[in-house]
């Protein structure tokens, strides 16, 4: 089962898995960290920011989940862009060392091996961070996605477009396809860190944490991982069922295990 972890806020979850995420900068200063972009993560952005002053970040590597498929790459919302203010930037990051999928559509159907690939070549991702979409997406890995996907391009669903179109001037504008890790790429990865926030989130979080694993709602996928935390605010845990077990898993924790 994954660790349910319940939080007060945004803040109170960004505080820990950044100090999780420094714990393992500072034990392995070539760390391989899973980067995921929307507004879901940037708590624990903004929280590493304080905790990795002073620490040596030159050689961290990091794989962006996904990518729009035909965006330009500086355009503001690309994910290369999005990942470079967020992360790269702010963090001291060397921007050689983090990769987004390439999303342009020159030899797309070879993009994502390459991907693959290079996160391979990299040792594999110790840490990966998640979102979840209010479809249970993982990643731009849809309802239906095999378990066995490896990075490859996806049709974005209308519910995902109609999510996104807030960081574009219209749906129109919101690309219709992305490269995205696959949910077999995404259960490689050591660590797997989901957080969500917001009533709008229940009901996925529930689905994938105690619902039946199926490709019908990707996020179950996580249910198959020997190591994955799930990290929610009170609203976002209100449909979970076994909500007083989980706290008082996470209260009487045992110190040498962390996060
Ligand atoms: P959000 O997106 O963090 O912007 O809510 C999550 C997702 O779609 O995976």
């Known amino acids: 089962m994954a660790e349910i972890v319940i939080v007060r806020d945004k803040a109170e979850a960004g505080a820990l898995v950044a100090d999780e995420i420094a714990g393992l900068i500072r034990a392995d200063p070539e760390a391989v960290l899973g980067l995921a972009t929307g507004s879901t993560p940037l708590p624990v952005y903004e929280a590493l920011r304080p905790r990795l002053q002073g620490v040596d970040v030159s050689r961290v590597r990091g794989f962006a989940l996904d990518e729009y498929v035909g965006i330009d790459p500086a355009h503001p919302e690309s994910y290369r862009s999005v990942i470079t203010r967020e992360v790269v930037e702010p963090l001291g990051l060397d921007p050689s060392r983090i990769r987004t999928p390439d999303g342009s559509p020159e030899g797309i159907e070879h993009h994502g091996d390459e991907y693959e690939a290079a996160i391979v070549e990299a040792g594999g991702i110790d840490l990966q961070i998640l979102g979840i979409?209010?479809?249970?997406?993982?990643?731009?890995?849809?309802?239906?996605?095999?378990?066995?996907?490896?990075?490859?391009?996806?049709?974005?669903?209308?519910?995902?477009?109609?999510?996104?179109?807030?960081?574009?001037?219209?749906?129109?504008?919101?690309?219709?396809?992305?490269?995205?890790?696959?949910?077999?790429?995404?259960?490689?990865?050591?660590?797997?860190?989901?957080?969500?926030?917001?009533?709008?989130?229940?009901?996925?979080?529930?689905?994938?944490?105690?619902?039946?694993?199926?490709?019908?709602?990707?996020?179950?996928?996580?249910?198959?991982?020997?190591?994955?935390?799930?990290?929610?605010?009170?609203?976002?845990?209100?449909?979970l069922t076994r909500a007083g077990y989980y706290r008082y898993a996470y209260a009487n924790k045992p110190d040498w295990q962390g996060l």
């Open 133 to 239: 979409g209010t479809d249970g997406h993982i990643g731009f890995n849809e309802p239906g996605s095999s378990f066995a996907s490896i990075t490859r391009v996806k049709t974005l669903t209308e519910q995902t477009r109609r999510d996104n179109a807030r960081f574009f001037d219209s749906i129109e504008d919101v690309p219709m396809h992305c490269i995205t890790q696959g949910l077999g790429t995404i259960l490689r990865a050591r660590h797997l860190v989901l957080l969500a926030f917001g009533e709008g989130k229940a009901a996925a979080v529930a689905g994938a944490v105690e619902g039946p694993v199926t490709a019908s709602l990707p996020g179950s996928a996580i249910q198959l991982h020997p190591h994955a935390t799930v990290v929610v605010d009170e609203a976002a845990a209100s449909h």
